[in-house]
Protein backbone atom coordinates (compact mmCIF):
# COMPACT_ATOMS: atom_id res chain seq x y z
CA UNK A 1 0.00 0.00 0.00
CA UNK A 2 2.92 2.22 1.25
CA UNK A 3 4.74 1.38 -2.19
CA UNK A 4 1.57 1.90 -4.29
CA UNK A 5 0.95 5.44 -2.64
CA UNK A 6 4.62 6.58 -3.39
CA UNK A 7 4.65 5.46 -7.10
CA UNK A 8 1.23 7.53 -7.81
CA UNK A 9 2.50 10.45 -6.15
CA UNK A 10 5.80 10.33 -7.71
CA UNK A 11 3.95 9.88 -10.90
CA UNK A 12 1.81 13.14 -10.10
CA UNK A 13 4.75 14.91 -9.15
CA UNK A 14 6.21 14.38 -12.32
CA UNK A 15 3.53 15.60 -14.39
CA UNK A 16 4.84 19.33 -12.84
CA UNK A 17 7.06 21.26 -15.41
CA UNK A 18 9.20 22.64 -12.67
CA UNK A 19 10.09 19.03 -11.13
CA UNK A 20 10.09 17.44 -15.12
CA UNK A 21 12.42 20.09 -16.56
CA UNK A 22 14.51 20.35 -13.50
CA UNK A 23 15.35 16.68 -13.30
CA UNK A 24 15.59 17.01 -17.64
CA UNK A 25 17.52 19.46 -17.36
CA UNK A 26 20.00 18.09 -14.58
CA UNK A 27 20.41 15.57 -16.97
CA UNK A 28 21.22 17.30 -20.04
CA UNK A 29 23.88 20.12 -18.47
CA UNK A 30 25.59 16.92 -16.67
CA UNK A 31 25.47 14.95 -20.25
CA UNK A 32 26.72 17.92 -22.24
CA UNK A 33 29.38 18.73 -19.94
CA UNK A 34 30.93 15.04 -19.66
CA UNK A 35 30.95 14.83 -23.46
CA UNK A 36 32.61 17.99 -23.87
CA UNK A 37 35.29 17.33 -21.38
CA UNK A 38 35.69 14.03 -22.92
CA UNK A 39 36.31 15.42 -26.45
CA UNK A 40 38.76 18.02 -24.95
CA UNK A 41 40.86 15.48 -23.64
CA UNK A 42 40.42 13.26 -26.60
CA UNK A 43 41.88 16.07 -28.64
CA UNK A 44 44.71 17.04 -25.84
CA UNK A 45 42.90 20.41 -25.07
CA UNK A 46 43.11 19.62 -21.57
CA UNK A 47 45.67 17.56 -19.59
CA UNK A 48 44.38 14.13 -18.46
CA UNK A 49 44.77 14.51 -14.72
CA UNK A 50 42.02 17.80 -15.57
CA UNK A 51 39.76 15.41 -17.11
CA UNK A 52 40.08 12.94 -14.78
CA UNK A 53 39.06 15.72 -12.28
CA UNK A 54 36.14 17.33 -14.15
CA UNK A 55 34.50 14.05 -14.90
CA UNK A 56 34.69 12.64 -11.01
CA UNK A 57 33.01 15.72 -10.71
CA UNK A 58 30.58 15.36 -13.42
CA UNK A 59 29.67 12.02 -12.15
CA UNK A 60 29.46 13.25 -8.36
CA UNK A 61 27.00 15.65 -9.39
CA UNK A 62 24.71 12.94 -10.91
CA UNK A 63 24.33 11.22 -8.08
CA UNK A 64 24.13 14.27 -5.93
CA UNK A 65 21.27 15.21 -8.37
CA UNK A 66 19.60 12.02 -7.95
CA UNK A 67 19.81 11.72 -4.02
CA UNK A 68 18.27 15.40 -3.68
CA UNK A 69 15.45 14.81 -6.83
CA UNK A 70 14.91 11.45 -5.70
CA UNK A 71 13.43 11.48 -2.39
CA UNK A 72 11.69 14.90 -3.41
CA UNK A 73 9.71 13.21 -6.13
CA UNK A 74 8.60 10.02 -4.12
CA UNK A 75 7.54 12.23 -1.06
CA UNK A 76 7.29 13.92 2.55
CA UNK A 77 8.73 10.91 4.44
CA UNK A 78 11.82 10.21 2.01
CA UNK A 79 12.41 13.99 2.41
CA UNK A 80 12.18 13.88 5.88
CA UNK A 81 14.74 10.36 5.94
CA UNK A 82 16.76 12.14 3.69
CA UNK A 83 17.51 14.98 5.56
CA UNK A 84 17.96 13.30 8.53
CA UNK A 85 21.12 11.43 7.03
CA UNK A 86 22.25 14.34 5.70
CA UNK A 87 22.17 15.76 8.78
CA UNK A 88 24.17 13.24 10.65
CA UNK A 89 26.63 12.49 7.71
CA UNK A 90 27.41 16.41 8.21
CA UNK A 91 27.68 16.26 12.09
CA UNK A 92 30.06 12.90 11.51
CA UNK A 93 32.15 15.05 9.58
CA UNK A 94 32.16 17.99 11.52
CA UNK A 95 32.50 15.05 14.68
CA UNK A 96 35.81 13.88 13.34
CA UNK A 97 37.27 17.07 12.13
CA UNK A 98 36.94 18.63 15.43
CA UNK A 99 38.00 15.45 17.37
CA UNK A 100 34.23 15.70 18.95
CA UNK A 101 34.04 11.83 18.19
CA UNK A 102 36.07 10.80 20.70
CA UNK A 103 33.94 12.02 23.44
CA UNK A 104 31.88 9.17 23.16
CA UNK A 105 29.06 10.33 25.86
CA UNK A 106 28.37 13.48 24.37
CA UNK A 107 28.49 12.71 20.61
CA UNK A 108 25.87 10.06 21.07
CA UNK A 109 23.79 12.93 22.98
CA UNK A 110 24.15 15.44 19.99
CA UNK A 111 23.23 11.92 18.05
CA UNK A 112 20.05 11.58 19.71
CA UNK A 113 18.71 15.26 19.53
CA UNK A 114 19.57 14.95 15.85
CA UNK A 115 17.40 12.00 15.69
CA UNK A 116 14.69 13.37 17.91
CA UNK A 117 14.32 17.20 15.94
CA UNK A 118 14.44 15.17 13.01
CA UNK A 119 11.18 12.98 14.30
CA UNK A 120 9.81 15.77 15.39
CA UNK A 121 9.65 17.14 12.07
CA UNK A 122 8.47 14.36 10.48
CA UNK A 123 5.26 14.40 12.99
CA UNK A 124 4.67 17.97 11.91
CA UNK A 125 5.24 18.65 15.72
CA UNK A 126 6.48 21.89 15.50
CA UNK A 127 6.31 22.87 19.17
CA UNK A 128 8.00 19.48 20.35
CA UNK A 129 10.71 20.31 17.22
CA UNK A 130 11.30 23.51 19.09
CA UNK A 131 11.45 22.38 22.68
CA UNK A 132 13.89 19.72 21.72
CA UNK A 133 16.28 22.35 21.56
CA UNK A 134 16.68 23.29 25.33
CA UNK A 135 16.18 19.84 26.26
CA UNK A 136 18.86 18.61 23.89
CA UNK A 137 21.42 21.43 25.03
CA UNK A 138 20.66 20.79 28.41
CA UNK A 139 21.78 17.27 28.02
CA UNK A 140 24.82 17.93 26.16
CA UNK A 141 26.05 20.50 28.98
CA UNK A 142 24.90 17.67 32.04
CA UNK A 143 26.52 14.81 29.71
CA UNK A 144 29.66 16.48 29.59
CA UNK A 145 29.67 16.61 33.44
CA UNK A 146 29.43 12.87 33.97
CA UNK A 147 32.51 12.56 32.17
CA UNK A 148 33.93 13.84 35.41
CA UNK A 149 36.66 15.56 33.15
CA UNK A 150 36.68 19.17 34.13
CA UNK A 151 39.36 19.74 32.22
CA UNK A 152 38.44 20.27 28.37
CA UNK A 153 34.80 21.03 29.49
CA UNK A 154 33.76 24.00 28.09
CA UNK A 155 35.54 22.36 24.54
CA UNK A 156 33.32 19.46 24.16
CA UNK A 157 30.18 21.07 25.39
CA UNK A 158 30.94 23.83 23.30
CA UNK A 159 31.66 22.10 20.22
CA UNK A 160 28.21 19.07 21.08
CA UNK A 161 26.10 22.60 21.08
CA UNK A 162 27.53 23.97 18.24
CA UNK A 163 27.41 20.72 16.43
CA UNK A 164 23.52 20.19 17.40
CA UNK A 165 22.30 23.22 16.61
CA UNK A 166 24.10 23.91 13.11
CA UNK A 167 23.24 20.44 11.95
CA UNK A 168 20.33 19.40 14.24
CA UNK A 169 17.92 22.37 14.70
CA UNK A 170 18.96 24.37 10.96
CA UNK A 171 18.90 21.54 8.89
CA UNK A 172 15.84 20.44 10.59
CA UNK A 173 13.70 23.37 9.15
CA UNK A 174 14.18 21.69 5.79
CA UNK A 175 12.18 18.71 6.82
CA UNK A 176 9.31 21.34 8.73
CA UNK A 177 9.14 22.57 5.45
CA UNK A 178 8.17 19.27 3.52
CA UNK A 179 5.02 19.54 5.66
CA UNK A 180 3.61 21.91 3.61
CA UNK A 181 1.17 20.90 0.89
CA UNK A 182 3.40 22.38 -1.72
CA UNK A 183 6.44 21.24 -0.43
CA UNK A 184 7.80 19.15 -3.36
CA UNK A 185 7.75 22.99 -6.00
CA UNK A 186 9.05 24.73 -2.71
CA UNK A 187 11.78 22.59 -1.77
CA UNK A 188 12.92 22.50 -5.40
CA UNK A 189 12.86 26.19 -5.19
CA UNK A 190 14.91 26.16 -2.84
CA UNK A 191 17.45 24.21 -3.70
CA UNK A 192 18.20 25.24 -6.68
CA UNK A 193 18.24 29.02 -5.36
CA UNK A 194 21.38 27.91 -2.42
CA UNK A 195 23.06 25.77 -5.08
CA UNK A 196 23.04 28.01 -8.13
CA UNK A 197 23.98 31.01 -5.76
CA UNK A 198 27.43 28.75 -4.94
CA UNK A 199 27.89 29.04 -8.90
CA UNK A 200 26.94 32.72 -9.51
CA UNK A 201 28.81 33.80 -6.67
CA UNK A 202 32.10 31.49 -8.50
CA UNK A 203 31.46 32.73 -11.95
CA UNK A 204 30.88 36.23 -10.96
CA UNK A 205 34.39 36.19 -9.08
CA UNK A 206 36.37 34.12 -11.77
CA UNK A 207 34.73 36.99 -14.19
CA UNK A 208 35.04 40.59 -12.45
CA UNK A 209 37.70 39.66 -9.79
CA UNK A 210 38.26 42.88 -7.35
CA UNK A 211 39.35 43.11 -3.97
CA UNK A 212 38.69 39.57 -1.39
CA UNK A 213 35.58 39.69 1.11
CA UNK A 214 36.61 38.38 3.59
CA UNK A 215 40.51 37.55 2.36
CA UNK A 216 41.71 35.69 5.96
CA UNK A 217 38.68 33.32 6.17
CA UNK A 218 37.52 32.59 2.25
CA UNK A 219 40.67 34.07 0.24
CA UNK A 220 38.50 33.26 -3.00
CA UNK A 221 35.38 34.92 -2.05
CA UNK A 222 35.48 38.19 -3.67
CA UNK A 223 33.20 41.49 -2.89
CA UNK A 224 31.94 41.48 -6.48
CA UNK A 225 30.98 37.52 -6.48
CA UNK A 226 28.93 38.66 -3.37
CA UNK A 227 27.34 41.36 -4.86
CA UNK A 228 26.72 39.40 -8.32
CA UNK A 229 25.20 36.52 -6.70
CA UNK A 230 23.16 38.29 -4.72
CA UNK A 231 21.52 39.97 -8.23
CA UNK A 232 21.66 36.72 -10.27
CA UNK A 233 19.96 34.47 -7.35
CA UNK A 234 17.18 37.32 -6.28
CA UNK A 235 16.29 37.00 -10.53
CA UNK A 236 16.40 33.30 -10.13
CA UNK A 237 14.23 33.08 -7.21
CA UNK A 238 11.44 35.87 -8.62
CA UNK A 239 11.21 34.11 -11.84
CA UNK A 240 11.12 30.31 -10.59
CA UNK A 241 8.99 31.90 -7.38
CA UNK A 242 6.40 33.30 -9.53
CA UNK A 243 5.37 29.53 -10.53
CA UNK A 244 5.86 27.88 -7.28
CA UNK A 245 4.29 30.54 -5.06
CA UNK A 246 1.61 31.56 -7.92
CA UNK A 247 -1.78 32.99 -5.96
CA UNK A 248 -0.31 32.63 -2.54
CA UNK A 249 0.67 35.56 -0.29
CA UNK A 250 4.38 35.81 -1.15
CA UNK A 251 3.92 35.18 -4.50
CA UNK A 252 4.46 39.23 -5.48
CA UNK A 253 7.78 40.58 -6.42
CA UNK A 254 8.51 42.65 -3.17
CA UNK A 255 8.35 39.52 -1.38
CA UNK A 256 9.95 37.55 -3.63
CA UNK A 257 13.03 40.07 -3.70
CA UNK A 258 13.21 39.80 0.04
CA UNK A 259 13.43 36.08 0.15
CA UNK A 260 15.79 36.28 -3.07
CA UNK A 261 18.18 38.88 -0.76
CA UNK A 262 18.01 36.45 2.01
CA UNK A 263 18.75 33.07 0.30
CA UNK A 264 21.69 34.57 -1.13
CA UNK A 265 23.32 36.61 2.00
CA UNK A 266 22.42 33.33 4.32
CA UNK A 267 23.67 30.90 1.72
CA UNK A 268 26.97 32.80 1.94
CA UNK A 269 27.03 33.21 5.55
CA UNK A 270 26.65 29.48 5.88
CA UNK A 271 29.66 28.82 3.36
CA UNK A 272 32.06 32.09 5.89
CA UNK A 273 30.96 29.49 8.52
CA UNK A 274 31.94 26.18 7.28
CA UNK A 275 34.96 28.15 6.16
CA UNK A 276 35.73 29.62 9.47
CA UNK A 277 35.94 26.01 11.13
CA UNK A 278 37.89 24.77 8.50
CA UNK A 279 40.88 27.96 8.66
CA UNK A 280 40.43 27.60 12.63
CA UNK A 281 41.35 23.46 12.26
CA UNK A 282 43.52 24.54 9.27
CA UNK A 283 42.06 21.81 7.10
CA UNK A 284 40.99 22.20 3.29
CA UNK A 285 37.88 20.07 3.10
CA UNK A 286 35.57 18.26 6.01
CA UNK A 287 35.89 15.08 3.85
CA UNK A 288 36.64 13.10 0.62
CA UNK A 289 33.34 12.04 1.12
CA UNK A 290 32.33 13.72 -2.64
CA UNK A 291 34.72 12.97 -5.03
CA UNK A 292 35.99 16.26 -6.35
CA UNK A 293 33.50 18.21 -3.84
CA UNK A 294 35.13 17.46 -0.75
CA UNK A 295 32.68 16.77 1.94
CA UNK A 296 28.91 16.89 2.59
CA UNK A 297 29.42 19.80 4.49
CA UNK A 298 31.42 21.55 2.20
CA UNK A 299 28.57 20.92 -0.95
CA UNK A 300 25.50 21.98 1.49
CA UNK A 301 27.09 24.49 3.93
CA UNK A 302 25.05 27.46 2.11
CA UNK A 303 21.27 25.67 3.30
CA UNK A 304 22.66 25.77 7.08
CA UNK A 305 21.13 28.84 7.56
CA UNK A 306 19.15 29.32 4.88
CA UNK A 307 16.47 27.02 5.92
CA UNK A 308 15.75 28.45 9.03
CA UNK A 309 15.41 32.01 7.88
CA UNK A 310 13.18 30.72 4.87
CA UNK A 311 10.60 28.58 7.18
CA UNK A 312 10.35 31.40 9.41
CA UNK A 313 10.07 34.39 6.41
CA UNK A 314 7.38 31.79 5.00
CA UNK A 315 5.71 30.55 8.45
CA UNK A 316 5.24 34.62 9.06
CA UNK A 317 3.47 35.72 5.58
CA UNK A 318 1.63 32.79 4.55
CA UNK A 319 2.46 29.99 6.75
CA UNK A 320 3.78 26.37 6.34
CA UNK A 321 1.97 23.02 7.03
CA UNK A 322 -0.45 23.27 9.42
CA UNK A 323 0.92 26.77 10.93
CA UNK A 324 -0.73 29.34 10.24
CA UNK A 325 0.74 33.02 10.12
CA UNK A 326 -1.41 34.33 12.99
CA UNK A 327 -0.69 31.16 15.07
CA UNK A 328 2.90 31.67 14.61
CA UNK A 329 2.86 35.66 15.47
CA UNK A 330 0.80 34.81 18.27
CA UNK A 331 3.29 31.97 19.67
CA UNK A 332 6.19 34.62 18.63
CA UNK A 333 4.46 37.22 20.81
CA UNK A 334 4.07 34.76 23.94
CA UNK A 335 0.24 34.67 23.54
Known amino acids: MIAADLLT ?3 EALKEPLIFGTAAGLASSLAVAAVTVFVMGRFGWI ?60 HVLVVAGIIGVALAAAFDRYH ?43 LGFVSLLANDGNFRLLLIWLLLAVELNDVFAFLTGKLVGGPRLRPRTSPNKTLAASIGAMILTTALVILVGLHVFEGQPVGTPGHLVALGLIISICGQLGDLVLSSIKRDLQI ?49 AGD
Open 9 to 11: GSL
Open 47 to 106: ESTVRRELLLRCGTWAVLAALILGPIVLGKICVVIAVGLLSLGCYREYARATGLFRQRLV
Open 128 to 170: VFIALWPFAIGLIAAGSIALDRPQGYIQRTSLGVFGFLLFGAC
Open 284 to 332: KDMSVALPGHGGLLDRFDSLILVAPVVFYYLAAFQGVGDLRPWHFVRMT
